[in-house]
């Protein structure tokens, strides 16, 4: 009873070793996340090209990270006299903006992805510890204590060989009947050599070189994606400001017309105006409030919108820097540096979308192929061998002259090939639409080049006419007035005047607004235009 108890002891003592080795091996879900951050960044940064940009704005966040709260990091961001301007935006919408995160979590997740493919091809090594103690009543007292464990190893190579190996311990202690001591080990190993066919080590290849090209696209897409939407950030910003600078432009013509109605009232006072003339004043004035609250609701719900872009509250007290249409009236418009002919070329060997469909084709081609050797003869060479110890105790004592070996082939004949037949006749349909989709995507890279250009020039154009127009109604608006001054004008003819200098001011800045977009878009479309650490952007021609 004894001698149980203590082999009772022992087994609970093996287990729970087995146990504390397993929770000590094991690391917290904080180092493993940082593992998988590193191996992932490395694949990032190893596959990312010179001229996909500047490696930036690319890493995921962990809202539930407490070292680094988001919102803290948000509202540090936005100064304290609550204007932003536009570099401040742009930077804002690349750190916080949802669809920007999503985007990051896409990239990140696809090199992710590609570290399982990979380890599938890393040496793996498997331990195991077992014990089961046995009490048998209804055969007297049989009671049994057995105890086992082993090392395994297995390797998945890159030409498809597949090599397994291992050794096992096993300890077996009888408490009762005929005691003894058994103590082995049994040394075994398998490996698999693909020789013919499709088999032949290329699936092995194919799927680890799918999965490195896959990120390699991933990246391309990011990149692609993220100066998309640095145009469409600075676009917006652009656009409320001009909203912005529609509601001063309101105001100040409500201004005017406030001062011109009290001196046309004066003037019917004396007698030198009549009283209609009055009235039609006064329902301009209406009309001009009327139209000034329009338009700064407009502005407000523009400048809204806006906010949730760049993944702020609605109600965050927040005004864009008037300064920055400033700056865009200084630098003022420009024509294209080079023909649309040119443009067409510099798109067609530069845009990352039109490269990935490009690969595409040679992924396609590669596919087929490999479905071409699958109706063939599928041949593999195969071998074994399994190792024991001496008996009794000599676990140590491998006895490899009477160990098993063996050695064989495994062939598939090409007997039945449907299958392959129609995965080999769809992989040749999938080339087709493969090179039709990068035909078809390369005339649409060509139509956005020409579209984009012509909008550069469109508006460049359209910019200098509404500068001269506004130049003629600002002339008209004092001729009018003075003429009025000395009686010979009309309220009537002032007002006219007056709403087509609005409406000047507001073409001029619509006109102005409007080549920027077409400028950034223009350098995107060609694929020149590149992302700074800061979000803002910058052409590169080299």
């Not at 002891?9 to 593992?35: E, M, N, R, Y």
């Not at 000047?504 to 590149?530: E, W």
Request: net charge negative; hydrophobic share 35%; proline share 2%.
């Amino acid at each position: 009873m004894f001698c149980k108890f203590q082999h009772v002891t022992l087994l609970c003592w093996l287990l729970g070793i087995a146990v504390v080795l397993g929770f000590v091996c094991a690391c917290s879900p904080q180092h493993h996340k940082a593992d998988a951050d590193e191996e992932v960044y490395k694949i990032i940064d190893d596959k990312w090209q010179d001229d996909f940009g500047q490696k930036t704005n690319y890493t995921v966040s962990d809202y539930n990270d407490p070292a680094s709260p988001n919102d803290v990091e948000l509202a540090e961001m936005i100064p304290e006299s609550g204007v932003i301007n536009l570099q401040q935006a742009v930077e804002i919408a690349t750190k916080f903006n949802r669809n920007y995160q999503t985007q990051k979590e896409s990239l990140y997740i696809s090199a992710l992805d590609l570290t399982d493919e990979r380890y599938k091809y890393a040496l793996k090594w498997f331990g195991t510890i077992d014990g089961t103690y046995t009490d048998n009543k209804s055969n007297g007292d049989d009671v049994s204590l057995e105890t086992s464990g082993g090392v395994n190893k297995a390797q998945l190579f890159l030409d498809g060989v597949i090599i397994n190996t291992g050794i096992a311990i096993d300890w077996v202690r009888f408490l009762t009947g005929d005691p003894s001591t058994t103590l082995g080990s049994i040394l075994s190993g398998d490996v698999t050599v693909p020789l013919l066919g499709s088999g032949a080590g290329k699936d092995a290849q194919e799927s680890l070189t799918q999965a490195e090209r896959d990120v390699l696209y991933r990246i391309r897409t990011f990149n692609r994606y993220r100066k998309t939407f640095v145009v469409s950030i600075i676009s917006d910003y652009y656009r409320v400001l001009r909203q912005k600078d529609s509601v001063s432009i309101a105001e100040a013509s409500y201004k005017r017309l406030i001062e011109s109605t009290k001196q046309l009232k004066m003037e019917v006072k004396v007698g030198q105006r009549a009283p209609s003339e009055a009235d039609e004043a006064m329902q301009k004035l209406l009309s001009a409030e009327n139209s000034l609250v329009t338009t700064q609701q407009r502005y407000e719900q523009g400048l809204d919108r806006f906010k949730i872009r760049l993944s702020l509250p609605t109600d965050a007290n927040i005004i864009l820097d008037q300064n920055e249409l400033t700056a865009l009236e200084e630098i003022g418009v420009s024509q294209p540096e080079y023909t649309d002919a040119e443009a067409i070329e510099m798109a067609l060997a530069r845009r990352l979308d039109l490269a990935n469909t490009r690969d595409a084709i040679e992924d396609a081609a590669r596919k087929l192929e490999l479905a071409a050797e699958g109706l063939g003869v599928q041949l593999d060479l195969i071998g074994s061998s399994d190792v024991s110890s001496a008996n009794r105790t000599g676990f140590d004592r491998l006895q490899f002259q009477k160990g098993t070996y063996s050695l064989g082939l495994a062939a598939d004949l090409p007997f039945d090939r449907k299958t392959e037949r129609n995965d080999y006749r769809k992989k040749l349909i999938t080339l087709e639409q493969r090179q039709r989709g990068y035909d078809d995507e390369s005339d649409n890279v060509k139509l956005d080049v020409r579209q984009a250009y012509r909008d550069l020039t469109e508006t460049a154009e359209s910019y200098r006419i509404q500068k001269i127009g506004l130049e003629l109604a600002e002339r008209r608006v004092d001729e009018q007035k003075l003429l009025l001054e000395y009686g010979r004008g009309t309220m009537r003819l002032l007002l006219e005047t007056e709403d087509d200098l609005v409406s000047a001011q507001n073409d001029v800045t619509s006109a102005l607004v409007d080549h920027t977009i077409a400028k950034m878009s223009f350098f995107r479309d060609v694929g020149i235009l590149q992302v700074k650490p800061d979000g803002m952007w910058e052409q590169r021609t080299q």
